[in-house]
């Protein structure tokens, strides 16, 4: 388990962060499970609605959404395929990703067979650490 | 960037002309208001739910589902309406929807201050005078750009507001009351409407200062076409009607912190009503009322455990329930 300020990143999954997305992913079995980050529910705060509406996927494209503080951000699929089923406790009470994002999939995948583009995807525990730290900096200078 | 102060709009203008230009990625500042009065939800609202259609339908009032964030408002004549739309990839926009929120409308606030409405920030995108409510804003990301959609309240039908939203009956008085506590306007604050040209000039001015030159936009052919599309897709009923959204329990904000929260537990000794009331998000004051004969002894122990919680960190529907179960002296059914 990483941690940074806090924020805690288990290892035992990868992080898809293209345009500042925030999102887990795990693979069981021949599904890939997706969830929000630590960073994303603490940048998010207080979520209070959250949609999935996409089927079939296309790695990157906006497949749901979701609603904090007043604002709706979009929620991307980081990899191709079908979404093959829908976490829909967390979607009936979003505030379950607030308290316990890891635990708190949103919906699982079934990757296309040729995939993935890595570029947006870290697992190495030294690229996902410079990752959060450069967002944290990020964050200093938004403010 | 571009400017587009377009006066005084259909109403259904007021609404298409920001997501067609955010859908065409133009950044600008968008200055506008509308001509009829309508209801509006947010993107995750479902207006079958929130809004008292039949009313609205009598009235004329129309009703639009927006693809940004926020609750339901009444939206009128007496209002301005401001929207920026950046892109995200723009270097200026904050990552952040607070910090967005917070560095968008610091216009607004010195646009008010300018006339003497002494404005402050209030987290996360309210504008207040001395506590109460003046500006309502909400966002979302709409095509590659981030959207700011803010108004600020002239005057303000508080009446209506309370018609147009559809919520149970015993709740509209209190709805009205705190909307009154925590809602103020213009006219309230001045004594008098300065004119919409007038505060336009000043807001833009403002936004000059922190978005640098603007350059005047037409709403060209190529817009219209869009505004043409749009108009299909947000006024057919698969948008409209879309959400379905289920609640638990029923809630009205009134401005941020301030929330109405009202739920009916069905028992075998007949139906409890539970209406709380919140103030910078702490349970100030819980109403009990319905089939409460085997209840009224035990109302203390639950109002006790309610009041000074915070709302929005416990989920106050399941533990209602519980605390009826537990302390009300009836069976839930």
Redesign the interface.
């Known amino acids: 388990m990483l941690e940074v300020k806090g924020m805690k990143f288990p290892l035992d999954r990868k992080y898809y962060t293209k345009?500042?997305a925030h999102i887990w992913l795990k693979s069981e079995d021949d599904i890939v499970k997706v969830g929000m980050d630590a960073f994303a529910v603490e940048?998010?705060?207080?979520l209070?609605?959250l949609?999935v509406t996409g089927k079939q996927t296309e790695g990157g494209e906006a497949v749901g959404?979701f609603?904090?503080?007043?604002?709706?951000?979009?929620f991307y699929s980081p990899i191709s395929g079908q979404i093959v089923d829908i976490n829909e406790e967390v979607i009936?009470?979003p505030?379950k990703i607030n308290d316990d994002p890891y635990n708190s999939w949103i919906f699982a995948i079934k990757p296309n067979p040729v995939e993935y583009n890595k570029k947006y995807i870290l697992d190495k525990e030294e690229d996902i650490k410079k990752w959060i730290s450069e967002e944290l900096k990020?964050?200093e200078e938004?403010? | 960037m571009k400017v587009f102060n377009l006066g005084e709009l259909q109403w259904k203008q007021t609404q298409l002309i920001y997501h067609t230009l955010a859908n065409m990625n133009i950044e600008c500042l968008l200055l506008h208001s509308t001509k009829q009065k309508y209801v509006c939800v947010g993107l995750h609202q479902d207006p079958r739910t929130e809004i008292d259609i039949n009313y609205c339908k009598k009235n004329n009032i129309g009703i639009f589902r927006r693809e940004t964030g926020g609750g339901i408002v009444l939206l009128d004549k007496n209002q301005l309406f401001f929207n920026i739309i950046l892109k995200k990839s723009n270097p200026i926009v904050p990552r952040f929807p607070q910090n967005f929120f917070k560095k968008f409308l610091q216009p607004v606030i010195k646009t008010c201050n300018e006339f003497e409405i002494k404005t402050e920030f209030h987290p996360i995108c309210d504008l207040v005078v001395n506590g109460k409510k003046i500006s309502g804003n909400g966002g979302g990301e709409l095509g590659e750009c981030n959207v700011l959609v803010g108004n600020i309240l002239l005057d303000f039908n508080y009446r209506q507001m309370t018609k147009v939203i559809n919520s149970p009956k015993k709740l509209k008085e209190s709805y009205y009351n705190l909307m009154k506590q925590n809602i103020t306007t213009v006219k309230e604050e001045l004594g008098y409407i300065p004119s919409k040209e007038k505060m336009y000039k000043v807001l833009t001015t403002k936004y000059l200062e922190l978005l640098g030159p603007l350059e005047i936009g037409e709403v060209n052919e190529e817009i219209n076409n869009q505004i043409d599309k749009l108009d299909k897709k947000y006024f057919s009923d698969e948008w409209m009607y879309q959400r379905g959204v289920k609640k638990n329990g029923y809630e009205i904000k009134i401005r941020e912190g301030v929330f109405l929260f009202y739920k009916i537990i069905k028992t075998l000794n007949g139906n409890v009503e539970i209406i709380c009331q919140t103030e910078e998000n702490i349970i100030k004051e819980t109403i009990f009322s319905g089939s409460i004969l085997s209840l009224k002894d035990n109302v203390g122990k639950i109002r006790k455990k309610l009041i000074g919680m915070e709302y929005k960190k416990v989920d106050l529907d399941l533990l209602i329930y519980d605390l009826i179960k537990k302390y009300g002296g009836v069976t839930v059914a």
């Open positions: 345009d500042g940048m998010a705060g207080l209070t609605y949609t959404s609603e904090s503080a007043k604002f709706v951000s979009r009936k009470n505030r990020r964050v938004d403010e």
